[in-house]
């Protein structure tokens, strides 16, 4: 066997090297691009991820990864609930910007089409393939994120005849 069919071994504790083959590695799962959002107190707080997933149908529940640290973390904890919207092929840009690092806290969602069921609600990007409301069910610390599992309690489609979701694979957005 070479040591390509063997595979890397990382070490106890991974080195800045397994880390870098790791990222690289698991960038090869192509991962739809979704905006998480979160409303506390007289702030909207959202983040861009490729980290979410359905994990139930019944009750029909999601799960999405945050960075424990981040402002939209604690956002989520604090309110109790959160929105997810899945983006288009055509919201690259507000992919960007919400996945920007050190994004302004006043004004974050100014130039976002969103909408809102609720004055506290979450807000839901407008022209996404789809949006979840969510409440949180349950909160789980894992490395540096927190996996933040949700009931949906509303969801919408919006499936214009041309809408492609918007894709994150090797590392760079795809359609």
Request: proline share 6%.
């Amino acid at each position: 066997m070479d040591d390509a069919s063997i595979g890397r071994v990382l070490a106890s504790t991974p080195t800045l090297g397994d880390q870098e083959a790791y990222k690289q590695v698991s960038s090869l799962a192509a991962k739809g691009v979704a905006a998480v959002t979160a409303h506390d107190g007289r702030w909207d707080h959202a983040v861009t991820v490729t980290d979410h997933l359905s994990v139930s149908y019944d009750p029909p529940t999601m799960l999405v990864s945050v960075y424990e640290l981040s402002r939209v973390a604690d956002a989520i904890v604090a309110s109790g609930r959160f929105g997810v919207s899945l983006l288009t092929d055509r919201q690259r840009r507000i992919a960007d910007w919400l996945g920007e690092p050190g994004a302004p806290l006043v004004g974050l969602l100014d130039q976002v089409p969103h909408l809102r069921r609720d004055p506290h609600g979450p807000a839901l990007i407008e022209g996404a393939l789809a949006w979840f409301d969510l409440r949180v069910h349950a909160v789980h610390r894992a490395a540096t994120h927190l996996l933040v599992v949700g009931q949906v309690t509303a969801m919408s489609e919006r499936m214009p005849w041309d809408a492609r979701p918007l894709v994150r694979w090797r590392g760079r957005y795809q359609s």
